[in-house]
């Protein structure tokens, strides 16, 4: 059964860099096909993508936070952990990890995040 | 950069059928996926690969296109369905989300 759960700090000060780990089971990143993305969710707000980490290193950000995102992987420990670094009350949110697939029919290649986290809360806050 | 719109809400009665819309330029060329997601807990796939169902999402859920739209149907809605819904497509391998659509069934 595929499970993810995310894990950092509820609370970080303006500037510093936030690091959050996703610790999952039931997959792994040295199979094919297999990725993990970060989404984040402001309080009362839409889902934002982040960033995703792929299972032959590939990475990718999003356009506006790609300056101060860092993504990395441990398929030792099936771990991900994701950095931002400059923190900013804006970046208060539920971050998410989910489980991102690749599949492919006889033309294209698709991708959903079939499984999801728990979320952390991190708040912003000096 | 690559947005998506829907709709901020949409009401519907028990048992009829709920449609949120989702727009973005070049929708056509691209797969979306669907997420639902009830207050205090993650978001759930629902659609992917444009029409399919994961394991557990009931058949009253679909997806149709037209042109830059993709509308998510929800036929005989039910209570449970009440939900914030978010389409999500990738664009150059990014992931991009719509806005969200906040259902009401009542």
């Known amino acids: 059964q595929v499970a993810l759960r995310e894990s950092g700090p509820a609370q970080v000060r303006p500037t510093q860099t936030l690091t959050l780990t996703c610790t999952f089971s039931g997959f792994s990143l040295k199979t094919k096909g297999m990725c993990v993305s970060w989404i984040r969710q402001p309080p009362g707000k839409a889902l934002e993508w982040l960033a995703r980490?792929?299972?032959?290193?590939?990475?990718y950000f999003s356009q506006s936070l790609k300056t101060r995102l860092t993504i990395s992987k441990d398929t030792s420990k099936n771990q991900v952990v994701l950095r931002l670094t400059n923190m900013d009350p804006a970046d208060t949110a539920t971050y998410y990890c989910?489980?991102?697939?690749?599949?492919?029919?006889?033309?294209?290649?698709?991708?959903?995040?079939?499984?999801w986290g728990k979320g952390t809360t991190v708040t912003v806050s000096s | 950069s690559y947005e998506l719109t829907q709709p901020p809400s949409v009401s519907v009665s028990p048992g009829q059928t709920a449609r949120i819309t989702c727009s973005g330029d070049?929708?056509?060329?691209?797969?979306v996926c669907w997420y639902q997601q009830k207050p205090g807990q993650s978001p759930v796939l629902v659609i992917y690969?444009?029409?399919k169902r994961p394991s557990g999402i009931p058949e009253r859920f679909s997806v149709s296109r037209s042109g830059t739209t993709a509308t998510l149907t929800i036929s005989g809605t039910q209570p449970m369905d009440e939900a914030d819904y978010y389409c999500?497509?990738?664009?150059?391998?990014?992931?991009?989300f719509g806005g969200g659509t906040k259902l009401t069934v009542l």
């Open positions: 980490i792929d299972w032959d290193d590939d990475k």
């Open positions: 989910a489980r991102l697939v690749r599949g492919e029919n006889s033309n294209y290649f698709f991708y959903y995040m079939d499984v």
């Open positions: 690969e444009d029409n």
């Open positions: 070049k929708l056509g060329d691209r797969y």
């Open positions: 999500q497509v990738w664009d150059s391998s990014t992931g991009v």
